[in-house]
C-alpha cells in the first residue's frame, strides 16, 4: 500500500487550495447562480488580436521561440515601457515573456528566495504570493493593511516589518482584492525605506491599466534608485482581456534576469507562439480598446459601490483594477459564513476577504468585470439577502 503522506513535499502539503476557486466550483454547480467571484474580464480579446493570432497558425508559425521570447514581441515591451514610464529596458537581457504574469511570479521568487529568508506582502492580496513563497522555501510576512488607510503599505509598517533575513517586498499595486493604487509620493516613502538596504522588489503591476482616479499609474521602478532593484511583472490578461491566452512579462536588471530565464528554460522552455504573436498586435493596436473597456469598468465601478452603499455596506472607494471589497462586520457573519449564506440563499458567488489573508477577514471580494445586466441582478439578490439577515435580529 503506497503512504502518499510519506511521498508528498511537506511544502507542498502546506499550502492551502485557492479560496476563489472553491467558490467557483460551487457556482458553477448552481445553474441559476451569478458569479461575481472570478478576476476575469467579460469582454472578447478584441477581434484584430485574435486574428494575428489566427493568421500566426495558418501562416504555420507554430514552433518554439527563444526561452526570452520572440524578438519582435520583446521590442514592443520595452517600447510600450519607454512610452509609459519612460523606462529603458534591454530587449535582448531584461525583458523575459511568460506563461502570464503568475509565472513571472513565481519565477522571480524561486530565482531570489532561500529556504528561510522573509518575503513582505502586503494583505489583503491576490493569493499566489504566499503558497508561491512556501513552495521556494521561504518565510511569508504579512503586512496588514486597513481600510482607514485606503488599504495602502505605509512606510512605517514597512520599517517596523523588516528584518536581517528579509529578502524581498512584494507590491500587488493597484490591489487586488481591494482595489486599492498607491500614489507617487506614497511608493516614493516605501522607497525610500528601502533604498540603503539589500531588498528586492516584486512589483505586481497586471492592473496598471486599470485606474480610475486624475493619478495615473505610477511604476515602481521609475522612483529614483529602483530600477536596480526591481522587478516588474505584467501581462496582457488584464488589459487586453487575454486571459485564457496565458502571456504575460518579467522585466528587471539583467543580472537578475538570467537567472529567471533559467527557472522558465528548464520548467517552461517558452510562452505560447500563437499568443505572441497576438501579444506583437495587441501592443501596437489595443490602446484603444483598453481605454474602452476601462470606460466600461469605470461606469460599472461607479454604480455598484453606489448599490453596496444603499445596501448599508460600508465600503471603500476603490482607484484600480476592478474589484469592490466591502465590509460585512454589520452582518455578525465571518467572511466564509457570508458568502456560503449568500450563494445558497440567493445562488450569487463572491469570494471571502479571509481568502486573501487574515486582514481581509470581515469583508468580501465582488469582482465587477462583468456585464451591468449581470451587476444589477447581482446586486437585487444581495440586497434581499440582507434584508434577510436584518429580519433574522
Known sequence: MVNYEQILSARVKEV???????????????????SLGVGEPDFETPWQIRRAGIQSLEK???????????????????????????????????ILVTVGGSEAIDNTIRAIVNVGDEVLIPEPSFVCYKPLTQ???????????RAEDQFKLTADSLRAAITPR???????????????????DELQAIATVIKDTNIVVLSD?????????????????????????????????????????????????????????????????SAPT??????????????DDIERMREQYDLRRRYLLGELRSMGLECFEPQGAFYMFPSIESTGLSSDEFCERLLHEQEVAVIPGS????????????????????LREACSRIRKFLQTLQAEK
Open 274 to 287: 500563437t499568443a505572441q504573436f497576438a501579444g506583437i498586435e495587441a501592443i501596437r493596436t489595443g490602446e
Open 166 to 184: 528579509t529578502k524581498l517586498l512584494i507590491l500587488p499595486y493597484p490591489n487586488n482584492p481591494t482595489g486599492a493604487i498607491m500614489t507617487r
Open 135 to 145: 513552495m521556494a522555501g521561504g518565510v511569508p510576512v504579512p503586512l496588514p493593511t
Open 16 to 34: 492551502q487550495p485557492s479560496g476563489i476557486r472553491r467558490f467557483f466550483e460551487l457556482a458553477a454547480k448552481m445553474p441559476h447562480a451569478i
Open 355 to 374: 481568502a486573501f489573508g487574515e486582514s481581509g477577514e470581515g469583508h468580501v471580494r465582488i469582482s465587477y468585470s462583468y456585464s451591468m445586466n449581470h
Open 60 to 94: 504555420g508559425q507554430t514552433f518554439y521561440t527563444s526561452n526570452w521570447g520572440l524578438a519582435e514581441l520583446r521590442n514592443q515591451i520595452a517600447a510600450l515601457v519607454r512610452r509609459k514610464y519612460r523606462l529603458c529596458y534591454d530587449a535582448d537581457k531584461e
Open 205 to 269: 503591476e497586471i492592473y496598471n491599466s486599470l485606474t480610475y482616479g486624475p493619478d495615473r499609474h505610477v511604476c515602481f521602478a521609475e522612483l529614483d534608485g529602483m530600477k536596480e532593484r526591481t522587478i516588474v511583472v505584467d501581462g496582457f490578461s488584464k488589459s487586453y482581456a487575454m486571459t485564457g491566452w496565458r502571456l504575460g512579462w518579467a522585466m528587471g536588471p539583467k543580472e537578475l534576469m538570467r537567472h529567471i530565464c533559467k527557472i522558465h528554460q528548464f520548467g517552461i522552455m
